[in-house]
């Protein structure tokens, strides 16, 4: 969906502990799916993806699962590390739609020393 | 893997005049890019999406004529935000899908526009 507003959820975890952000995607027909991190500044950074044909898929410490029931999509960020601070985005597209990515609102992730 | 770079990292000018951001793949051909606007504490936006040798396709509510982007070659796109004004001031960020349809989940640095 679309972002809306000015302040970004905010999730705080400690360090070492596990993380999960959460999405609401807007489009029942889309079929891909991406994590994005992004840091201050700079431009989105690939995490994971996921296609619509499954509903986990997992990564070097990091898992995505996907409930296309109720268009949901999920990052899991195991013994999260302070360099894991950053602005999270899940992004979706529709394979015969435009090939454009649509972003959601964005997460916010704090990790405390 | 495959690379985007953008350029200029960041910009500053004066209200009224044009600005133009580089985007390019350093390592694939891009067939197609798209643009993003980035505004504080927001998401990306979709502001248009370029094909090599053929016109943008713009979002509803996207200037054309303000924002003119340009897809000469398959390395290069350009956006050229003319007679800026303060609200122009945004991160601008470029993506680029290569010929093996990567879904342009490769994206640049991005370029802050700060208009005075």
């Known amino acids: 969906g679309e972002s809306v507003g000015l302040h970004l959820p905010t999730l705080s975890v400690q360090e070492g502990d596990n993380s999960i952000i959460n999405c609401a995607y807007s489009n029942s027909a889309s079929d891909y799916f991406i994590w994005y991190k992004q840091e201050s500044g700079k431009g989105p950074q690939f995490i994971i993806d996921i296609r619509s044909n499954m509903d986990k898929r997992q990564g070097q410490r990091v898992t995505v699962l996907l409930n296309k029931t109720v268009k949901h999509l999920s990052l899991q960020i195991a013994a999260t590390q302070p360099g894991d601070s950053a602005v999270y985005f899940c992004?979706?597209?529709?394979?015969?739609?435009?090939?454009?990515?649509?972003f959601g609102s964005g997460t916010r992730l704090q990790v405390q020393p | 893997g495959a690379v985007v770079s953008q350029h200029p990292s960041w910009v500053i000018c004066k209200s009224g005049t044009s600005v133009k951001i580089e985007c390019r793949s350093l390592?694939?051909?891009?067939?197609?890019m798209f643009w993003y606007r980035q505004f504080p504490k927001q998401s990306l936006m979709l502001m248009a999406t370029?094909?090599?040798?053929?016109?943008?396709?713009?979002e509803q509510g996207v200037e054309k004529d303000k924002f003119l982007i340009n897809h000469a070659s398959l390395t290069l796109s350009t956006l050229t935000v003319t007679s800026a004004h303060p609200e122009d001031s945004s991160f601008y960020i470029c993506s680029a899908e290569g010929r093996d349809s990567n879904y342009g989940y490769t994206f640049g640095s991005g370029t802050r526009l700060t208009v005075v």
């Open positions: 370029s094909n090599e040798g053929s016109k943008a396709t713009y």
């Open positions: 992004a979706e597209i529709v394979y015969t739609g435009r090939r454009a990515l649509t």
């Open positions: 390592d694939f051909q891009a067939t197609t």
